[in-house]
Protein backbone atom coordinates (compact mmCIF):
# COMPACT_ATOMS: atom_id res chain seq x y z
CA UNK A 1 0.00 0.00 0.00
CA UNK A 2 2.93 2.63 0.76
CA UNK A 3 3.65 1.71 -2.65
CA UNK A 4 0.90 4.37 -3.39
CA UNK A 5 2.97 7.21 -1.59
CA UNK A 6 6.04 6.07 -3.57
CA UNK A 7 4.41 6.34 -6.87
CA UNK A 8 2.73 9.76 -5.83
CA UNK A 9 6.53 11.35 -5.33
CA UNK A 10 7.80 9.70 -8.32
CA UNK A 11 4.75 11.44 -10.00
CA UNK A 12 5.74 14.68 -8.67
CA UNK A 13 9.44 14.56 -9.73
CA UNK A 14 8.57 13.62 -13.21
CA UNK A 15 5.49 16.17 -13.70
CA UNK A 16 7.59 18.98 -11.70
CA UNK A 17 11.36 18.73 -13.47
CA UNK A 18 13.43 21.56 -12.35
CA UNK A 19 11.10 22.56 -9.39
CA UNK A 20 13.40 20.70 -6.16
CA UNK A 21 12.00 22.99 -3.54
CA UNK A 22 8.77 21.72 -4.55
CA UNK A 23 9.65 18.16 -4.71
CA UNK A 24 11.36 18.37 -1.43
CA UNK A 25 8.43 19.49 0.67
CA UNK A 26 5.99 16.93 -1.39
CA UNK A 27 8.54 13.98 -0.12
CA UNK A 28 8.71 14.95 3.33
CA UNK A 29 5.13 15.09 3.61
CA UNK A 30 4.29 12.00 1.71
CA UNK A 31 6.80 10.09 3.34
CA UNK A 32 5.47 10.36 6.63
CA UNK A 33 1.46 9.81 5.56
CA UNK A 34 2.24 6.29 4.66
CA UNK A 35 0.77 4.83 7.61
CA UNK A 36 -2.32 6.91 6.75
CA UNK A 37 -2.56 5.57 3.61
CA UNK A 38 -2.30 1.49 4.95
CA UNK A 39 -5.05 2.72 7.40
CA UNK A 40 -7.41 4.71 4.78
CA UNK A 41 -7.45 2.61 1.35
CA UNK A 42 -9.98 4.90 0.42
CA UNK A 43 -7.66 7.73 -0.11
CA UNK A 44 -5.70 6.00 -2.98
CA UNK A 45 -9.56 5.27 -4.59
CA UNK A 46 -10.31 8.77 -4.61
CA UNK A 47 -7.17 9.72 -5.64
CA UNK A 48 -6.37 11.69 -2.98
CA UNK A 49 -1.87 12.53 -3.23
CA UNK A 50 -1.89 12.96 -6.87
CA UNK A 51 -4.90 15.58 -6.37
CA UNK A 52 -3.37 17.05 -3.59
CA UNK A 53 0.21 17.47 -5.22
CA UNK A 54 -1.51 18.86 -8.45
CA UNK A 55 -2.45 22.85 -7.55
CA UNK A 56 -6.28 23.65 -8.36
CA UNK A 57 -5.41 26.65 -10.21
CA UNK A 58 -1.48 28.15 -11.28
CA UNK A 59 -1.40 31.97 -13.05
CA UNK A 60 2.07 33.56 -14.00
CA UNK A 61 2.05 36.85 -14.93
CA UNK A 62 4.05 39.89 -16.52
CA UNK A 63 4.70 42.65 -14.52
CA UNK A 64 5.80 45.51 -16.30
CA UNK A 65 6.96 48.77 -14.34
CA UNK A 66 8.97 51.91 -14.95
CA UNK A 67 12.05 52.47 -12.43
CA UNK A 68 12.93 56.02 -10.87
CA UNK A 69 15.87 55.95 -14.12
CA UNK A 70 12.74 55.91 -16.51
CA UNK A 71 13.96 52.44 -17.62
CA UNK A 72 11.09 49.80 -18.08
CA UNK A 73 11.78 46.98 -16.06
CA UNK A 74 9.59 43.57 -16.55
CA UNK A 75 9.24 40.71 -13.69
CA UNK A 76 7.21 37.44 -13.39
CA UNK A 77 4.45 37.49 -11.26
CA UNK A 78 3.24 33.94 -9.62
CA UNK A 79 -0.16 32.89 -7.44
CA UNK A 80 -0.51 29.20 -6.79
CA UNK A 81 -3.90 28.10 -5.53
CA UNK A 82 -3.11 25.12 -4.10
CA UNK A 83 -6.58 23.55 -2.26
CA UNK A 84 -9.40 25.54 -1.27
CA UNK A 85 -11.17 21.97 0.58
CA UNK A 86 -11.29 23.77 3.90
CA UNK A 87 -11.82 27.31 3.24
CA UNK A 88 -10.77 29.71 0.21
CA UNK A 89 -7.16 29.91 -0.29
CA UNK A 90 -4.74 31.81 2.40
CA UNK A 91 -0.81 32.62 1.90
CA UNK A 92 1.73 34.94 1.65
CA UNK A 93 3.47 36.60 -1.73
CA UNK A 94 7.38 36.75 -1.81
CA UNK A 95 9.21 39.21 -3.67
CA UNK A 96 12.40 37.92 -3.94
CA UNK A 97 14.89 37.19 -6.99
CA UNK A 98 14.93 33.62 -6.52
CA UNK A 99 11.63 33.25 -6.71
CA UNK A 100 10.39 30.85 -9.63
CA UNK A 101 7.59 28.29 -9.64
CA UNK A 102 9.51 25.76 -7.57
CA UNK A 103 9.73 28.09 -4.95
CA UNK A 104 6.01 29.21 -4.96
CA UNK A 105 4.69 25.71 -5.38
CA UNK A 106 6.43 24.45 -2.28
CA UNK A 107 5.35 27.34 -0.01
CA UNK A 108 1.63 27.01 -1.89
CA UNK A 109 1.72 23.33 -0.75
CA UNK A 110 3.02 23.63 2.83
CA UNK A 111 0.39 26.17 3.51
CA UNK A 112 -1.91 23.45 2.98
CA UNK A 113 -1.06 21.31 5.83
CA UNK A 114 0.07 25.06 7.97
CA UNK A 115 -3.57 26.34 7.19
CA UNK A 116 -5.46 22.92 8.42
CA UNK A 117 -3.34 23.00 11.59
CA UNK A 118 -4.71 26.51 12.51
CA UNK A 119 -8.40 24.46 13.11
CA UNK A 120 -9.66 27.67 11.10
CA UNK A 121 -11.09 27.51 7.84
CA UNK A 122 -8.70 28.31 5.10
CA UNK A 123 -6.86 26.73 1.89
CA UNK A 124 -3.84 26.82 0.87
CA UNK A 125 -2.19 29.18 -1.66
CA UNK A 126 1.24 31.04 -2.32
CA UNK A 127 2.30 34.08 -4.30
CA UNK A 128 5.36 36.32 -5.00
CA UNK A 129 7.69 37.28 -8.26
CA UNK A 130 11.35 37.52 -8.73
CA UNK A 131 11.23 41.15 -7.52
CA UNK A 132 14.41 42.39 -5.55
CA UNK A 133 12.78 44.94 -2.72
CA UNK A 134 16.81 45.53 -1.98
CA UNK A 135 17.93 49.22 -2.31
CA UNK A 136 14.58 50.08 -4.55
CA UNK A 137 13.43 53.40 -3.69
CA UNK A 138 9.45 53.37 -2.10
CA UNK A 139 8.62 55.28 -5.56
CA UNK A 140 9.16 51.73 -7.42
CA UNK A 141 8.26 49.94 -5.01
CA UNK A 142 5.00 51.49 -5.02
CA UNK A 143 4.56 51.71 -8.91
CA UNK A 144 5.84 47.42 -8.52
CA UNK A 145 3.09 46.49 -6.23
CA UNK A 146 0.74 48.47 -8.26
CA UNK A 147 1.36 46.85 -11.37
CA UNK A 148 1.27 43.45 -10.04
CA UNK A 149 -2.07 43.73 -8.74
CA UNK A 150 -3.06 45.12 -11.55
CA UNK A 151 -3.13 41.73 -13.14
CA UNK A 152 -3.47 39.73 -9.56
CA UNK A 153 -6.63 41.38 -8.65
CA UNK A 154 -8.88 39.53 -10.86
CA UNK A 155 -8.18 36.28 -8.73
CA UNK A 156 -8.26 37.18 -5.53
CA UNK A 157 -11.18 37.98 -3.27
CA UNK A 158 -12.02 37.59 0.46
CA UNK A 159 -14.04 34.62 -0.30
CA UNK A 160 -11.44 33.21 -3.48
CA UNK A 161 -7.98 34.37 -1.88
CA UNK A 162 -6.32 36.09 0.59
CA UNK A 163 -2.63 37.09 -0.09
CA UNK A 164 -0.50 38.20 2.81
CA UNK A 165 3.35 39.38 3.22
CA UNK A 166 6.38 36.93 2.90
CA UNK A 167 9.60 37.74 2.81
CA UNK A 168 10.01 41.27 0.95
CA UNK A 169 6.76 41.93 1.41
CA UNK A 170 5.58 44.01 4.53
CA UNK A 171 3.44 46.45 5.87
CA UNK A 172 4.45 48.88 3.00
CA UNK A 173 4.29 46.78 0.24
CA UNK A 174 0.65 45.39 1.45
CA UNK A 175 -0.19 49.04 1.27
CA UNK A 176 0.33 49.58 -1.79
CA UNK A 177 -1.01 46.36 -3.41
CA UNK A 178 -4.26 47.33 -1.51
CA UNK A 179 -4.66 50.81 -2.75
CA UNK A 180 -4.26 49.62 -6.12
CA UNK A 181 -7.46 46.80 -5.55
CA UNK A 182 -9.51 49.00 -3.82
CA UNK A 183 -8.97 51.49 -6.28
CA UNK A 184 -9.72 48.98 -9.42
CA UNK A 185 -12.66 47.03 -7.73
CA UNK A 186 -14.20 49.95 -5.65
CA UNK A 187 -14.94 47.86 -2.78
CA UNK A 188 -13.31 48.14 1.07
CA UNK A 189 -13.12 44.43 1.48
CA UNK A 190 -10.32 42.55 3.87
CA UNK A 191 -8.83 40.69 0.72
CA UNK A 192 -5.44 41.31 2.02
CA UNK A 193 -4.17 40.45 5.96
CA UNK A 194 -1.30 42.27 7.00
CA UNK A 195 -2.77 45.55 6.65
CA UNK A 196 -2.14 49.14 8.51
CA UNK A 197 -3.94 49.14 11.87
CA UNK A 198 -5.94 52.45 11.01
CA UNK A 199 -7.41 50.16 7.60
CA UNK A 200 -8.61 46.98 8.76
CA UNK A 201 -5.50 45.23 9.97
CA UNK A 202 -5.09 43.53 13.04
CA UNK A 203 -3.26 44.50 16.42
CA UNK A 204 -0.99 41.50 16.78
CA UNK A 205 -0.59 40.68 13.78
CA UNK A 206 3.07 41.78 12.99
CA UNK A 207 4.21 39.92 15.83
CA UNK A 208 2.18 37.27 15.32
CA UNK A 209 5.05 34.53 13.40
CA UNK A 210 7.09 34.96 15.99
CA UNK A 211 5.45 34.70 18.71
CA UNK A 212 3.61 31.86 17.77
CA UNK A 213 6.92 30.44 16.99
CA UNK A 214 8.03 30.74 20.53
CA UNK A 215 4.90 29.35 22.01
CA UNK A 216 5.70 26.41 20.02
CA UNK A 217 8.62 25.74 21.13
CA UNK A 218 8.26 26.30 24.75
CA UNK A 219 5.49 23.94 24.33
CA UNK A 220 7.78 21.51 22.69
CA UNK A 221 10.43 22.16 25.85
CA UNK A 222 7.84 21.68 28.01
CA UNK A 223 6.38 18.24 26.78
CA UNK A 224 9.94 16.91 27.76
CA UNK A 225 10.13 18.38 30.93
CA UNK A 226 11.99 21.46 30.34
CA UNK A 227 11.09 25.57 29.87
CA UNK A 228 12.36 28.51 27.77
CA UNK A 229 13.62 30.35 30.99
CA UNK A 230 17.60 30.00 30.81
CA UNK A 231 17.72 28.57 27.80
CA UNK A 232 20.17 29.99 25.20
CA UNK A 233 19.05 30.38 21.82
CA UNK A 234 20.23 30.37 17.94
CA UNK A 235 18.49 32.72 16.33
CA UNK A 236 18.66 33.27 12.35
CA UNK A 237 17.81 35.97 10.51
CA UNK A 238 16.72 39.24 11.42
CA UNK A 239 13.87 40.35 9.71
CA UNK A 240 10.03 39.87 10.89
CA UNK A 241 9.79 36.56 11.95
CA UNK A 242 13.13 37.29 13.50
CA UNK A 243 12.42 39.89 15.37
CA UNK A 244 9.38 38.42 16.80
CA UNK A 245 10.57 35.10 18.02
CA UNK A 246 13.66 37.52 19.55
CA UNK A 247 11.45 39.59 21.55
CA UNK A 248 8.78 36.61 23.05
CA UNK A 249 12.03 34.11 23.72
CA UNK A 250 13.10 37.05 25.50
CA UNK A 251 10.15 37.71 27.52
CA UNK A 252 9.59 34.15 28.57
CA UNK A 253 13.40 33.90 30.49
CA UNK A 254 15.33 32.64 27.10
CA UNK A 255 18.98 34.14 26.28
CA UNK A 256 18.94 34.85 21.98
CA UNK A 257 22.69 35.20 21.36
CA UNK A 258 22.87 35.42 17.62
CA UNK A 259 20.50 37.05 14.48
CA UNK A 260 22.37 36.53 10.85
CA UNK A 261 21.77 37.92 7.55
CA UNK A 262 22.73 37.56 3.96
CA UNK A 263 25.92 38.97 5.06
CA UNK A 264 26.75 37.02 8.01
CA UNK A 265 25.60 36.45 11.57
CA UNK A 266 25.64 38.63 14.74
CA UNK A 267 27.30 36.82 18.07
CA UNK A 268 25.97 38.89 21.43
CA UNK A 269 27.49 36.49 24.08
CA UNK A 270 25.21 39.50 26.27
CA UNK A 271 21.89 38.59 24.64
CA UNK A 272 19.48 40.26 22.56
CA UNK A 273 17.00 41.94 24.62
CA UNK A 274 15.88 45.71 25.25
CA UNK A 275 17.07 48.27 23.00
CA UNK A 276 18.75 45.47 21.09
CA UNK A 277 15.52 44.09 19.68
CA UNK A 278 14.05 47.81 18.68
CA UNK A 279 17.03 48.02 16.83
CA UNK A 280 16.48 44.89 14.40
CA UNK A 281 13.65 46.76 13.56
CA UNK A 282 15.98 49.42 12.23
CA UNK A 283 17.95 47.21 10.47
CA UNK A 284 15.41 45.84 8.37
CA UNK A 285 13.66 49.31 7.62
CA UNK A 286 17.14 50.23 6.58
CA UNK A 287 16.32 48.21 3.35
CA UNK A 288 20.04 46.93 2.86
CA UNK A 289 19.69 43.52 3.82
CA UNK A 290 22.66 43.94 6.44
CA UNK A 291 23.10 42.73 10.24
CA UNK A 292 26.59 43.84 10.48
CA UNK A 293 25.52 47.38 12.13
CA UNK A 294 24.58 45.53 15.01
CA UNK A 295 27.96 45.23 15.87
CA UNK A 296 29.27 48.90 15.44
CA UNK A 297 25.76 49.58 17.57
CA UNK A 298 26.73 47.30 20.53
CA UNK A 299 29.81 46.83 21.38
CA UNK A 300 30.53 43.50 23.02
CA UNK A 301 28.74 41.68 20.28
CA UNK A 302 30.45 40.18 17.36
CA UNK A 303 30.13 39.96 13.45
CA UNK A 304 30.82 37.25 11.64
CA UNK A 305 31.08 38.05 7.96
CA UNK A 306 30.02 35.31 5.29
CA UNK A 307 28.95 32.64 7.96
CA UNK A 308 26.26 31.03 9.45
CA UNK A 309 25.57 30.94 13.30
CA UNK A 310 24.83 27.07 13.53
CA UNK A 311 28.51 26.04 14.48
CA UNK A 312 27.18 28.47 18.08
CA UNK A 313 26.54 25.96 20.71
CA UNK A 314 23.08 26.86 22.54
CA UNK A 315 20.30 24.91 23.73
CA UNK A 316 17.82 25.65 21.15
CA UNK A 317 18.11 26.51 17.47
CA UNK A 318 15.51 28.59 15.58
CA UNK A 319 16.02 29.11 12.27
CA UNK A 320 14.18 31.84 10.76
CA UNK A 321 15.88 33.07 7.31
CA UNK A 322 14.44 30.82 4.60
CA UNK A 323 14.53 28.03 3.25
CA UNK A 324 17.08 24.93 3.23
CA UNK A 325 19.59 26.66 5.54
CA UNK A 326 20.09 23.87 7.39
CA UNK A 327 21.62 21.34 4.73
CA UNK A 328 23.56 18.27 6.44
CA UNK A 329 26.98 19.51 7.10
CA UNK A 330 25.07 22.44 9.57
CA UNK A 331 23.16 19.59 11.13
CA UNK A 332 26.06 18.35 11.58
CA UNK A 333 27.14 20.75 13.53
CA UNK A 334 24.08 21.58 15.33
CA UNK A 335 24.43 17.77 16.68
CA UNK A 336 28.35 18.14 17.62
CA UNK A 337 27.29 20.70 20.04
CA UNK A 338 25.36 18.73 21.95
CA UNK A 339 21.49 20.58 21.16
CA UNK A 340 18.15 18.61 22.37
CA UNK A 341 15.81 20.97 20.57
CA UNK A 342 15.40 22.89 17.21
CA UNK A 343 11.92 24.67 15.98
CA UNK A 344 11.88 25.11 12.46
CA UNK A 345 10.77 29.01 12.24
CA UNK A 346 11.01 30.03 8.34
CA UNK A 347 9.84 27.67 5.77
CA UNK A 348 11.13 24.55 5.08
CA UNK A 349 14.45 25.82 6.50
CA UNK A 350 16.25 21.86 6.90
CA UNK A 351 16.09 19.60 4.03
CA UNK A 352 15.36 16.38 4.53
CA UNK A 353 17.93 14.68 5.18
CA UNK A 354 19.27 17.38 7.51
CA UNK A 355 16.19 16.73 9.62
CA UNK A 356 16.48 13.04 9.55
CA UNK A 357 19.95 13.52 10.71
CA UNK A 358 19.40 15.23 13.58
CA UNK A 359 15.96 12.96 14.25
CA UNK A 360 18.26 10.20 14.29
CA UNK A 361 20.56 12.06 16.57
CA UNK A 362 17.89 12.66 19.09
CA UNK A 363 17.37 16.60 18.40
CA UNK A 364 13.51 17.05 18.81
CA UNK A 365 12.86 18.91 15.38
CA UNK A 366 9.65 21.14 15.56
CA UNK A 367 8.33 21.28 11.66
CA UNK A 368 7.62 24.68 10.60
CA UNK A 369 4.53 24.21 8.85
CA UNK A 370 2.89 24.04 12.41
CA UNK A 371 5.35 26.55 14.38
CA UNK A 372 5.21 29.17 12.18
CA UNK A 373 1.48 29.17 11.77
CA UNK A 374 0.67 31.54 14.17
CA UNK A 375 1.24 34.43 11.26
CA UNK A 376 -1.63 32.78 9.10
CA UNK A 377 -3.88 32.03 12.16
CA UNK A 378 -3.83 35.82 13.20
CA UNK A 379 -4.43 36.35 9.39
CA UNK A 380 -7.41 34.53 9.22
CA UNK A 381 -8.48 36.31 12.87
CA UNK A 382 -7.78 39.75 10.73
CA UNK A 383 -10.18 38.37 7.75
CA UNK A 384 -13.29 37.42 10.43
CA UNK A 385 -12.30 41.25 12.11
CA UNK A 386 -13.16 43.02 8.57
CA UNK A 387 -15.59 40.67 7.64
CA UNK A 388 -17.84 41.39 11.09
CA UNK A 389 -16.85 44.93 10.64
CA UNK A 390 -14.93 45.57 14.09
CA UNK A 391 -11.59 45.85 15.56
CA UNK A 392 -10.44 43.22 18.29
CA UNK A 393 -8.23 44.33 21.21
CA UNK A 394 -4.58 43.53 21.09
CA UNK A 395 -5.00 41.25 24.27
CA UNK A 396 -7.82 39.14 22.41
CA UNK A 397 -5.46 38.41 19.57
CA UNK A 398 -2.46 37.51 21.97
CA UNK A 399 -4.94 34.96 24.34
CA UNK A 400 -6.21 33.07 21.25
CA UNK A 401 -2.69 33.39 19.24
CA UNK A 402 -1.65 31.09 22.26
CA UNK A 403 -4.42 28.78 22.59
CA UNK A 404 -4.11 27.99 18.71
CA UNK A 405 -0.25 27.35 19.08
CA UNK A 406 -0.75 24.95 21.74
CA UNK A 407 -3.53 23.53 20.43
CA UNK A 408 -1.33 23.19 17.16
CA UNK A 409 1.24 21.29 19.70
CA UNK A 410 -1.30 19.03 21.02
CA UNK A 411 -2.87 17.83 17.56
CA UNK A 412 0.77 17.08 15.97
CA UNK A 413 1.48 15.09 19.01
CA UNK A 414 -1.69 13.22 19.01
CA UNK A 415 -1.59 12.51 15.57
CA UNK A 416 1.53 10.94 15.52
CA UNK A 417 1.53 9.17 18.64
CA UNK A 418 -2.10 7.46 17.40
CA UNK A 419 -0.12 6.60 13.84
CA UNK A 420 3.05 4.98 15.69
CA UNK A 421 5.63 7.44 15.65
CA UNK A 422 5.94 8.43 18.84
CA UNK A 423 6.52 12.08 19.67
CA UNK A 424 7.04 13.06 16.45
CA UNK A 425 5.84 16.65 15.86
CA UNK A 426 7.61 16.54 11.80
CA UNK A 427 5.26 13.32 10.91
CA UNK A 428 2.23 14.17 13.25
CA UNK A 429 2.23 17.79 11.89
CA UNK A 430 2.00 15.75 7.98
CA UNK A 431 -0.40 13.69 9.62
CA UNK A 432 -2.95 16.62 11.35
CA UNK A 433 -2.55 18.84 8.51
CA UNK A 434 -3.23 15.94 6.15
CA UNK A 435 -6.65 14.77 7.65
CA UNK A 436 -8.85 17.51 7.70
CA UNK A 437 -8.19 18.39 3.90
CA UNK A 438 -8.44 14.69 2.85
CA UNK A 439 -11.64 15.00 5.26
CA UNK A 440 -13.33 17.83 3.23
CA UNK A 441 -11.55 16.41 -0.17
CA UNK A 442 -13.52 12.95 0.26
CA UNK A 443 -17.08 14.75 1.76
CA UNK A 444 -16.47 17.10 -1.59
CA UNK A 445 -16.34 14.78 -4.25
CA UNK A 446 -14.49 14.12 -7.70
N1 LIG B 1 3.67 34.18 4.66
C1 LIG B 1 3.18 33.74 5.93
C2 LIG B 1 3.29 32.24 6.01
O1 LIG B 1 4.22 31.67 5.47
C3 LIG B 1 1.82 34.32 6.28
C4 LIG B 1 0.70 33.94 5.39
C5 LIG B 1 -0.62 34.66 5.68
O2 LIG B 1 -0.71 35.38 6.67
O3 LIG B 1 -1.54 34.48 4.89
O4 LIG B 1 2.51 31.55 6.60
Same mark, same amino acid.
Given at each position: ?9 Q ?15 V?E?L ?44 N ?15 G ?36 ? /? ?86 ? /? ?21 G ?13 G ?54 K ?35 E ?32 A????E???? /? ?22 D ?36
Amino acid at each position: MSNYVDRCIQLCKDKNPGEPEFQQTVEEVLTSLKPVMEQHPEYEKAGILERLIEPERGISFRVAWVDDAGKVQVNRGYRYQFNGAIGPYKGGIRFAPNVYSGIIKFLGFEQIFKNSLTGLPIGGGKGG /ADFDPTGKSDGEVMRFCQAFVTELYRHIGPYTDVPAGDLGVGAREIGYMYGQYRKIVNRFEGVFTGKGLMWGGLYGRTEATGYGIVYY /ANAMLEANGESMKGKTVVVSGFGNVSWGTVAKATELGGKVITISGPDGYILDEAGISGEKIDFMLELRNSGKNICAPYADKFPGSKFFKGEKPWAVKADLYIPCATQNEILIDEAKKIVANGTKFLCEGSNMPCSNEAIAYMMDNGVIVGPSKAANAGGVACSTIEMSQN /AGHTVFSPEQVHAQLKTIMLGIHDACEKASKDYGFGYNLVAGANIAGFLKVAKAMMDQGI
